[in-house]
């Protein structure tokens, strides 16, 4: 069951294609080189605003609502780069994507670049990709399969056991005692034959005359 399910999203599934683009922070003197992490960081959450996405649609193709669940950027806690990805069903869409985001935030940045003290530039163009980055066909069947497995061995687990069943005697649901356990006091004991009806070879009762 795993194994078909998985078969079928990867086979059935659109694929979908992821291009990134690099924006660099500049910094405009020796003093703003230490801070260059600091304004990629700030950047970096800048990218997926409103404001530099509505200015990334037209050269995106599509409304801002869109491009913003198609988009996200990166950035590293060591160097001023800014990673800006972009996510389509189509190769040339995702590259646009992430091209037009990456050029809005270097026009947003640099409208504000004296006051900051920094610049930034396009480092690298997204390129159109060839190969989707969405799992293939052999990733969600295995990964299917795994599921089944683990479902079937959680089914197995929580089986209910042999542990207290009932049967049915005379109509009613008796519940069976386990091995050696004692008769409750509500239920009649067993039956002793008395005493009286035991004699020894000489006719007398145990304990009597002889």
Request: with cysteine; glycine share 14%.
């Amino acid at each position: 069951m795993g194994l078909t399910a998985g078969w079928a999203y990867g086979e059935f599934r659109a694929p979908e294609y992821a291009a990134t683009s690099y924006v660099i922070i500049v910094p405009g003197n020796a003093a703003e080189r230490v801070n260059a992490v600091g304004f990629a960081q700030a950047y970096g959450r800048i990218a997926t605003s409103d404001s530099n996405l509505a200015r990334a649609q037209q050269a995106a193709g599509i409304g801002t609502r869109q491009l913003r669940a198609q988009v996200h950027s990166e950035t590293s806690p060591d160097s001023p780069v800014i990673a800006i990805t972009g996510v389509s069903r189509s190769p040339s869409g995702s590259s646009d994507i992430a091209n037009a985001v990456a050029e809005a935030l270097s026009v947003n940045g640099n409208h504000v670049a004296k006051s900051t003290g920094v610049q930034l530039q396009v480092f690298s163009k997204a390129v159109t990709p060839t190969d989707p980055a969405s799992a293939g066909v052999r990733l969600t069947t295995a990964i299917g399969g795994c599921l089944g497995g683990l479902l079937g061995a959680l089914c197995m687990v929580a089986r209910p056991t042999g542990h207290g069943r009932h049967r049915k005697s005379g109509g009613h649901h008796t519940r069976e005692s386990p091995p050696g356990a004692h008769p409750s006091a509500g239920s009649p004991g067993p039956s002793w034959p008395d005493s009286r009806q035991f004699t020894d070879s000489g006719g007398q009762r145990p304990g009597g005359p002889r």
